[in-house]
């Protein structure tokens, strides 16, 4: 466990905190130091995980899930939030699931050129995010047409708007409290075999 403030283990947690980290556990059994910073005031570790899978892993959302995951690395990208990144780019390539293609998205993400990998519709997500995350007090109406005019329904605009709104508060969290993914399983999949490919 690494951050800059006491973490909880689950020797040391009390009943209530507990149940908690049951209910955060990954797929792999372990608890991410992500939630596990929130060990000293369960309710807020309660209320993430819950925030996190209504965010990402939904049945109901329909913005393909390779997708999503990289929404969530270009936020943390631009928020330089390398925990973040090193999870979901992670999740990301696996759920691509071509190597070739990961990697000419992955040197876009990075070079901050997200057009030399994405064209409309998908550029328009990723325009959307930038600026909201960046300039979040330039918002205007037309931000959310041009997606509109790209294709995308209401619906998906919203879980796009929500992907970036949870990584912008957790990119800020992990960063502000020096959490690191020491003793972490990184990546959601990483035992498992691809479900979504692009």
């Known amino acids: 466990m690494s951050a800059w403030i006491k973490m909880i ?5 009390a009943d209530d905190l507990k ?22 005031r369960p309710a807020t570790m309660r209320g993430h995980v819950v ?3 209504a965010v990402l892993h939904d049945d109901d959302n ?6 999503q995951e ?5 936020v943390s990208l631009l928020n330089r939030c390398n925990y973040s990144f090193a999870n979901h780019w992670t999740n990301a390539k696996h759920l691509i699931g071509d190597p070739g293609r990961a990697a000419e998205i992955e040197g876009a993400l990075l070079a901050r050129r997200p057009s030399e990998a994405f064209a409309t519709p998908e550029l328009a997500l990723f325009e959307y995010a930038e ?3 960046l300039n ?3 918002m205007i109406r ?3 047409e041009k997606m509109q005019k790209a294709g995308y329904d209401d619906g998906e605009i919203l879980e796009a708007n929500q992907i970036i709104c949870y990584f912008n508060y957790v990119n800020r969290s992990l960063n502000g409290l020096g959490v690191t993914t020491e003793n972490d399983t990184v990546g959601y999949y990483s035992t498992e075999e691809p479900k979504h490919s692009q």
Do not use: F
Not at 9 to 13: L, P
Not at 19 to 40: F, K, Q, Y
Not at 62 to 67: K, Y
């Open 9 to 13: 283990s689950d020797e040391q947690a």
């Open 19 to 40: 149940e908690i980290l049951t209910l955060s556990r990954t797929p792999h059994g372990t608890v991410d130091n992500v939630m596990r910073v929130h060990s000293l």
């Open 51 to 53: 925030l996190y899978r």
């Open 62 to 67: 329909t913005l393909p899930m390779w997708l």
């Open 70 to 74: 990289c929404i969530a690395s270009w």
């Open 131 to 133: 600026k909201l995350t």
């Open 136 to 138: 979040p007090g330039d």
């Open 142 to 144: 037309s931000d959310v």
